[in-house]
């Protein structure tokens, strides 16, 4: 036979593709996010605060899973792409609150926000992050690398819509 074929030749061709594959999926995911912001936020201007904290927050989560020693693997892509959906609750569920809040100033609508989203949004990341803390018992380093984003991504969700987002909306 001329031409060769194996098993292996699939796992170069992922790692080939990976990144670029990683940028489409992000940006897709991104615009789909932009789109049905636009159609689900009361206010036409929730966009102009998600979609910067969105993109800020992602690009944080991807230096943070370098720095810990996370590489781009499948594991971390399919991590990732889901963490897209996870880090726009975080933040949708601040903004909407905020808009839909019938106090006049910004300060107070920032403090209802608080008052009334900021428990529920703490206690969705903490469920969340419980519900992974057993991977981190495993062996594999497949298993410690979905910790690794799973924490990252948690923590760092948690601190931009209850930190960041409530800051920037009060000013």
Known sequence: PFFTHGEI??????????????????????????????????????????????????????????????????????????????????????LVKYHESTRMTREDKVKDSLQTMGTSILLGGMSTFIATVPVLFASSRLFKDIFDSFFSLITLSILHGLVFLPVVLST
Not at 43 to 64: C, D, F, N, R
């Open 9 to 94: 030749y699939y796992v170069w061709e992922f790692y080939d593709v990976i990144v670029d594959e990683l940028i489409l999926t992000t940006l897709s995911a991104m615009i789909a996010v932009s789109i049905m912001v636009l159609f689900i936020v009361p206010h036409w201007s929730a966009i102009l605060y998600v979609l910067p904290t969105l993109m800020m927050l992602y690009i944080e989560l991807i230096g943070t899973l370098q720095f810990v020693g996370v590489r781009i693997n499948g594991v971390s892509y399919v991590a990732l792409v889901i963490s897209i959906g996870l880090m726009v609750d975080f933040i949708l569920h601040m």
